[in-house]
């Protein structure tokens, strides 16, 4: 949980000055709620490849009136941000509302509908 973006997208060295700078700014202040990856041995190593990205939206990602004009608008360019990067990438990122702020297990049903797309269960038939 809370996984820096440059914790596991680099920036490229042949950006120039002003979009490294830019790119750097954006990754070192932003995270990701969740990261899940796909984990595999290369020589004496482990490497993971994020496959799917998940962001809880709580209250300050609908509304002004809990922590204002400011953070909204923030918020916003933060989400659009995330989307639009992870959309270039082709990692799904799964944005899973919870307008009250807190997860509970009344969300489970919700959740695992939400994720029964990207991992299916198999046929206990087989």
């Not at 809990?66 to 944005?95: A, H, M, V």
Request: hydrophobic share 30%; proline share 5%.
């Amino acid at each position: 949980p809370q996984v820096s973006i440059y914790s596991f997208i680099k920036v490229h060295s042949s950006l120039e000055q002003d979009e490294s700078e830019y790119a750097s700014r954006n990754y070192w202040a932003k995270s990701i709620d969740f990261v899940i990856c796909y984990c595999h041995k290369a020589d004496r190593q482990y490497l993971y490849t994020p496959v799917l990205l998940m962001e809880l939206d709580g209250s300050s990602h609908f509304s002004s009136a809990k922590y204002g004009t400011k953070t909204f608008r923030r918020q916003q360019e933060n989400d659009r941000f995330k989307d639009s990067l992870f959309s270039d990438l082709n990692i799904p990122l799964i944005r899973f509302q919870i307008p009250d702020n807190h997860l509970t297990r009344k969300d489970l049903p919700r959740l695992r509908l939400l994720l029964s797309k990207y991992f299916p269960r198999q046929s206990q038939n087989k």
